[in-house]
């Protein structure tokens, strides 16, 4: 880089970029940010607009666009952040939560499960949110507080959703009637 005196440092981008030419950078491509327009310094920093490959535009600095620090509008940090999750999440799969997860949905949608006659086929179902995201269905209900809890509806005639789920620990309350059921899931919970 070219080293100006003070007096030019502290000039804003467009007096220098006519001094000194640096439009240059405009159309480089660096990650997927393209540069299309010098952006108001900050400070004597330059700033550089770009559009990036996803739609999205940003402001980056020059140092950062030089240094390969600033290779996206934001959009790969959050893809970088969901794939970190991802394989994080990965662990849970082993976990009571996830099967139990993957239970009440087999339960209501997949007509070809034992017991499905007793949920889906009554009309139970799953809340979207909690359908589509384990991560979602674990902060709403929580760990699992112990081998001996089970989860439950509240109210049977409503689906599986926040406020109406939980952990109900399964041999202190269930009726009589009902523990044989139970005992039927726990062996299937142990067995997936
Ligand atoms: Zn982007």
Known sequence: MINFPQSVQRLTIPDRA????????IG???GRLTVVGAAPSAGSKRRWHCSCDCGGETIAFQWSLRAGRSR???CLKAEELNKRQDHELHGMHASPEYRAWKLMKTRCYNPRF???PTYGGRGA???EEWKTSFTAFLRDVGPRPSQQHRL???DDQQSFCP???HWLKTRSRVPKHRRHEVRRDLSILDEE
């Not at 006519?18 to 240059?24: N, P, R, T, Y």
Request: proline share 4%.
């Open 18 to 25: 006519q001094i000194d030419g640096s439009s240059h950078m």
């Open 28 to 30: 480089e491509k660096l």
């Open 72 to 74: 996206s509008c934001g």
């Open 114 to 116: 034992p017991e499905y």
């Open 125 to 127: 179902t799953v809340c």
């Open 152 to 154: 439950v509806r509240i």
């Open 163 to 165: 406020g109406n789920a």
